[in-house]
Every structure is written in structure tokens, then in C-alpha cells.
């Protein structure tokens, strides 16, 4: 038997690695899994793993008021060594692009245990957008022996950088699996529906007025990058309020990130006078989240993760970023990128909510980012290289 270890800290690590978890639990006799959190997002990542009935057997806690990446990073490695050397794991999992990831890696080469990277090999090439992001993954990549890639894509950018063919398998993106079953698990429960619609009321969002009868739309906005702090969120909140003026028929819904960089142009723009369609609600559980998703009309987001999801659910998607590490989403027609320019914000947005054939041509576009069975293949594989 083989002893994985699992390591996340953040929200959306925790949304795309608890499918996996699940699908490790199914192979007791093959497999013992270990799980560790950092805590990264400690509020956000709680709410997943109660979602998902996930219990990790380490938490390292790592996050408190005001830290900087150099703090994060040298408390996750300064956890992690204890970590590892107290479990002894066969193998270090790890996800994505975040300093969690980053910095396990990195402990678990300090302890010469071999490194998966799920999500592996997605690039912009510009070490500086995202950031710390692109640097994280590119890193994160040189260490690990095994590579997870989600597409074909991100499979040819490991083997340009001289991974070896043998050590990469294409998956797909196991957020589609969790996002699968997360619809599933609304769908198949009549009394959920009203219960996510009574936490959207409570959050700040009425969903009733969606009904039929009303002909209203739904824009559905995220935003917590980095690179976009100050002057970025400023542009982007002037571009949401020319819209909700522009568009009195369709309500801006906007699920503020706890981050104060994120909020504090909110309040320099708009103050307390806001537009009646417009709505700045408190940040949602990923279930309530993914049902307002599936609700929308369109998404602008400058995420990573919703870039694959919503496509999935049939909704185009304006990304406020200048360049993508998903460039499938963009050769598919799933994505357009508009970065922070207010003029390309609020073109795109009003070409998607006037040009009925334009929107069809982005929300019929078929996803590139998998078929729900990634971690199917993740478990397969480890099956493989882990003797």
C-alpha cells in the first residue's frame, strides 16, 4: 500500500482537489491518503471542506493579519518540514499555481519525496502576470517528478521545457469534476434550490427577480487578482457603473473577495449612492456560488478557475486580465480577454447583452477542459508510478 499525501490551502485548490480526495477514498486497499491544508484561505477554505465532508489529518493554520508572501511562504515551509517528516509519505500531491503548492514542493524536495503536480503545465510566459501565480506553477513544474496536465496544451508546454513524455499524462481539469457534481447534487435535491436561493437573499441577492416573467439578465462579476490592485479595480469598477446604468434590465451581481485591495475601490467609486440593478454582496460558499453561476447570463471575472467553469455551463466569459494561461478557452471561443480597459469592458459586455448571434457563437462554444472524469485518470496514473 502506498501512502499519498494531499496538500492545499486555498479555496479554489480545495474545490478542484476534494473530487480527488473522494476518488482516492474509493481504493482503501491501494492507497492510504494523508491530507494536509495550510490554510492559506482560512474562511474560504473551511467552507469547502465542509461542503465536500472533508476532515484533513494535518492543518498547519499558517494565516494571520497582514502577512506577506515572505511570511506565507516561510511559514508553510518551516510546517511542512515537520509534516513530512512526521507522515513519510510515498508522494506529495499538489495543485495548481498557489504559494502553498509552490513552497510543498519545494519541502518535499528538501525531503527527497517525489512531487505530482495536478494542473500542471499551464502558462502566459510572463513571469510577472499573474503574479505570483505563473511563477509559482513554473516552479512548482521543475520540481515535480509527475505532471497532471488538464489539456493537449498544457502537455506541450511541459515537453518544450524538456519534461519527459512518460512523466506527463493529460487528465483533464479536475475542477469540471468537482463543478459535475456539485450541479448534480443540485439538481437531484428539490429543497436545495431553495435554500441556496435563501442564502443568496441573506448575502445580499434576491435570485426571484430572475423569473421568467421578468425578462432580467444576470452579469455575474469576481474579482481578487493582484496585478489589477489599485488604478486595474478602479477602471473596472467605472466600467460596471456605466453598465448598470446602461442596462437597467440586467442586475451586475458582484461577490466581493475579503481582500480590502478588492474593496477599497469599490467604496472610492461608487461610495453609498449605488444603481438599483447593481448589487456588491459578501463573498459565497462555492455551492451557492456555482448556483448563481448557472444562473447568469455571463460572467467577467479576472479568475482562473472560472475560465473552465463557466464555459461548461454554456456561459461566455470576459476576462479582465491582458493575458491567460488558458489559451484553449480563447482558441475554443469560450473566453475573450478585455484586461482592466474600461472601453473594452464595456464594449464587450454590451456586444454579449445586444448581439443575440454573438452570444450564442461564445455560450454554444464547447468547452476544452475535460468530461468530468479527471480524477479517474489521476488515480489510474498514480497507480502506475507509484510502485
Known amino acids: 500500500m502506498k501512502k499519498i499525501m494531499l496538500v492545499f490551502g486555498t479555496r479554489p485548490e480545495a474545490i478542484k482537489v476534494a473530487p480527488l ?5 474509493k481504493y482503501p486497499e491501494q492507497f492510504e491518503l494523508v491530507t494536509c491544508v495550510t490554510g492559506q484561505h482560512r474562511e474560504m477554505l473551511d467552507q469547502v471542506l465542509q461542503l465536500f465532508d472533508i476532515k484533513p489529518d494535518y492543518d498547519l493554520n499558517i494565516m494571520k493579519q497582514g502577512q506577506d508572501l515572505v511570511e506565507v511562504s516561510a511559514r508553510i515551509l518551516l510546517g511542512m518540514r515537520d509534516v513530512l517528516v512526521q507522515a513519510k509519505p510515498d508522494i506529495v500531491l499538489v495543485h495548481g499555481d498557489t504559494t502553498t503548492s509552490t513552497i510543498t514542493a519545494l519541502s518535499a524536495f528538501y525531503q527527497q519525496i517525489p512531487v505530482g503536480h495536478i494542473e500542471a503545465g499551464l502558462r502566459t510566459h510572463n513571469i510577472y502576470s499573474p503574479w505570483p501565480e505563473e511563477m509559482n506553477r513554473q516552479l512548482t513544474g521543475r520540481m515535480a517528478s509527475y505532471h497532471f496536465s488538464p489539456t493537449l496544451l498544457s502537455q506541450q508546454n511541459l515537453l518544450r521545457e524538456g519534461i519527459r513524455n512518460d512523466n506527463i499524462i493529460v487528465t483533464g481539469n479536475t475542477g469540471i469534476d468537482a463543478l459535475y457534481m456539485i450541479v448534480d447534487k443540485i ?34 462579476i469576481t474579482g481578487h487578482r493582484r496585478e489589477n490592485f489599485g488604478e486595474g479595480f478602479i477602471r473596472i469598477c467605472k466600467a460596471i457603473n456605466f453598465l448598470s446604468e446602461r442596462y437597467a434590465m440586467v442586475d451586475f451581481v458582484y461577490p466581493m473577495h475579503l481582500n480590502p485591495n478588492v474593496r477599497a475601490p469599490i467604496q472610492t467609486v461608487f461610495g453609498r449612492k449605488r444603481p438599483s440593478n447593481l448589487f456588491f454582496i459578501e463573498p459565497l460558499e462555492y455551492l451557492s456560488f456555482v448556483y448563481l453561476m448557472e444562473k447568469s447570463f455571463m460572467v467577467l471575472t479576472d479568475s482562473g478557475g472560472i475560465q473552465e467553469e463557466a464555459p461548461s455551463l454554456g456561459k461566455p466569459v470576459l476576462v479582465m486580465r491582458d493575458i491567460t494561461e488558458r489559451l484553449e478557452s480563447l482558441k475554443a471561443g469560450t473566453v475573450r480577454l478585455v484586461g482592466t480597459d474600461y ?6 459586455v454590451s456586444k454579449l447583452l445586444d448581439d443575440s448571434e454573438h452570444y450564442q457563437e461564445m455560450s454554444k462554444a464547447i468547452s476544452p477542459y475535460g468530461d468530468g472524469k479527471a480524477c479517474e485518470r489521476v488515480v489510474s496514473q498514480i497507480s502506475n508510478w507509484i510502485r
Open 343 to 348: 472601453e473594452k469592458i464595456t464594449s464587450e
Open 187 to 220: 439538481k437531484n435535491d428539490s429543497s436545495l434550490g431553495a435554500k441556496l436561493s435563501k442564502e443568496l437573499r441573506i448575502a445580499g441577492y434576491e435570485t426571484d427577480r430572475l423569473s421568467p416573467s421578468s425578462a432580467r439578465r444576470l452579469v455575474l
Open 21 to 25: 480526495v473522494k476518488e482516492f477514498q
